[in-house]
């Protein structure tokens, strides 16, 4: 099971970003990005239920990150607007289907004022 992140990187408070991962190996009945900023748990961002394509998002990030999915190339997307400097963190992505969970291996992405 591989699952492969890109697009985190350095923004401008305001800005937007877009992270993907690519998830192979396995089928999925939730997905998800989690994060982690320095000296904080991980905490959850948003997820995704397979079965009726229904999400859920952390408090913080509610009306501004978007979790979607793209069947056709096994890639989940996270759309990031309006960004702010308490987003900063490595976000990871996270796959559950029956009683395994995957991660992937985190992006890091930071915003400046």
């Known amino acids: 099971v591989q699952l492969v992140e890109s697009g985190g990187g350095l923004v401008q408070a305001g800005g937007s970003l877009r992270l993907s991962c690519t998830v192979s190996?396995?089928?999925?009945?939730?997905l998800g990005w989690y994060r982690q900023a320095p000296g904080k748990q991980r905490e959850v961002v948003a997820t995704l239920v397979t079965g009726g394509d229904t999400a859920n998002y952390g408090d913080s990030v509610k009306g501004r990150f978007a979790i979607s999915r793209d069947n056709d190339k096994n890639t989940i997307h996270l759309q990031m607007n309006s960004l702010k400097p308490d987003d900063t963190a490595v976000y990871y992505c996270y796959v559950r289907h029956l009683f395994r969970q995957y991660w992937g291996q985190g992006t890091q992405v930071t915003v400046s004022l």
């Open positions: 190996g396995t089928s999925a009945s939730v």
